[in-house]
C-alpha cells in the first residue's frame, strides 16, 4: 500500500511551547489529509479534515487555534499545537487520501507527544 | 455515515480463520464497508474495502451480505501478528473515516 510518513514519532516539549508535527505522502499526491488524536485504550478521535490550499475543518469541540493544519502542498501537511499543556498529551495520527473516488486512507505511524 | 456494531473481542487460535463480524444496518447506498487494523502504538493499517461484491486480497476476504446490512472480515490463516485491533467503518467515497470502539482479536498459539 501506500505510505504516509509522520514526524517526529515521539517528542516531549515543556508546558507553554508550541510542537509541529509533518505528516507526508511519499507515493502519491494526497487531496485529502486527515488529523487523529487517540487516548490510551481509546478508538481514534478526528480531530479535522484538510484539503490541499484551503482551510482545515474541524470537529466539534476541536479548537482550531490551539491545533493550527496547514495543508500547503499534495505531499504535506503539519499539525502545530500550540502553547501545549500536559492534558494535549497524546497519540496524534495522520491519514491521507488521494484522488476523489474510494481510494483508501493511509495512515501514518503516529506521534507519542508528551508535555511535561 | 452509517454507525457500525462489532463484538468487543474474540478470539481464535493461531492457523485457523479469523472471522470478524460487523452490523452496519443503516448503511446507505454510497457508502462503503472499509476494514482497518491497529497494533499496538501504531497507525492503522488499511486491509480491504467493498461495495456491494465480495472482495479478497492478499491479506483478508471480505463478505458483504446482499442487503449490505453485515460484513465479515475474514482472516484465513490467523497468525499471532494478526492481534490487534480490528475497526470496521462504514463511509462515503472520499468521506473523513470515523472510527468506533473495534474488535479486539486475541490470536492464540
Known amino acids: 500500500g501506500a505510505v504516509v510518513s509522520q514526524h517526529p514519532s515521539r517528542v516531549i516539549c515543556k508546558s507553554g511551547t508550541s510542537v509541529k508535527i509533518e505528516c507526508r505522502s511519499l507515493d502519491f499526491q494526497a487531496t485529502t489529509m486527515f488529523w487523529y488524536r487517540q487516548f490510551p485504550k481509546k478508538s481514534l478521535m478526528l480531530m479535522a479534515t484538510?484539503?490541499?490550499?484551503?482551510?482545515?475543518?474541524?470537529e466539534q469541540g476541536v479548537e482550531k487555534d490551539k491545533f493550527l493544519i496547514n495543508h500547503a502542498s499534495l505531499t504535506l501537511s503539519t499539525l502545530t499545537v500550540t502553547s501545549a499543556h500536559p492534558e494535549d498529551s497524546s497519540f496524534y495520527i495522520c491519514?491521507?487520501?488521494?484522488?476523489?473516488?474510494?481510494?483508501?486512507?493511509?495512515f501514518g505511524q503516529g506521534t507519542r507527544l508528551t508535555v511535561v | 455515515d452509517a454507525k457500525t456494531t462489532q463484538p468487543p473481542s474474540m478470539d481464535c487460535a493461531e492457523g485457523r480463520a479469523a472471522n470478524l463480524p460487523c452490523n452496519h444496518s443503516t448503511i446507505s447506498g454510497n457508502e462503503y464497508v472499509y476494514w482497518y487494523r491497529q497494533i499496538h502504538s501504531q497507525g492503522p493499517q488499511y486491509i480491504i474495502h467493498g461495495l456491494k461484491n465480495n472482495e479478497t486480497n492478499e491479506m483478508a476476504s471480505l463478505i458483504i451480505t446482499e442487503d449490505r446490512k453485515s460484513s465479515t472480515l475474514i482472516l484465513p490463516h490467523a497468525t499471532l501478528r494478526d492481534t490487534a485491533v480490528y475497526y470496521c467503518i462504514v463511509a462515503g467515497a472520499n468521506s473523513k473515516l470515523t472510527f468506533g470502539k473495534g474488535i479486539t482479536l486475541s490470536v492464540r498459539p
Open positions: 491519514s491521507a487520501r488521494g484522488g476523489t473516488g474510494d481510494e483508501e486512507a493511509f
Open positions: 484538510s484539503n490541499e490550499g484551503s482551510k482545515a475543518t474541524y
